[in-house]
């Protein structure tokens, strides 16, 4: 269960591979009774695609990385003045290609944020932590 705003999130989690015909009778009859108090219900069976290449993307820049031309800092000042998308982030700095890997590793680190759901390319908008 997840309280938000503006209602509630009764979230079934389950792996697909363990789901029968007969949960999908229990799923309905969950999400009408869920329905009937105002409440929002979801099934979560499983990671999307892109979510799991995203994250082997991002753990590739997991290990310490020095930062001699401070590529991060410009980074994080860049998108502290508003959220940009990716390609948009690293070509404001002073070395588009190497502020790449960094930007990469700042992710992974969660000194800047995306939406995992959408795969991670130039148009994916990155944010400060802590924001939407």
Known sequence: MALLPDTALLIDVRPGRLVKDKDLVKFAATERAASAVGWRYLVASGWRRQVLTGL????????PMSDRLGLQ?????????????????????????????????????????????????????????GRA
């Open 56 to 63: 082997d993307a991002l753990s590739a820049r997991r290990r």
């Open 73 to 129: 800092k410009e980074l994080l000042a860049s998108v502290g003045e508003r959220p940009r998308r990716f390609g948009e982030l690293v070509e404001e700095t002073s070395l588009p290609a190497v502020a790449r890997t960094h930007a990469v590793h700042l992710l992974w680190h969660r000194l800047l944020a995306m939406d995992l759901s959408q795969p991670l390319g130039d148009s994916t908008w990155i944010y400060p932590v």
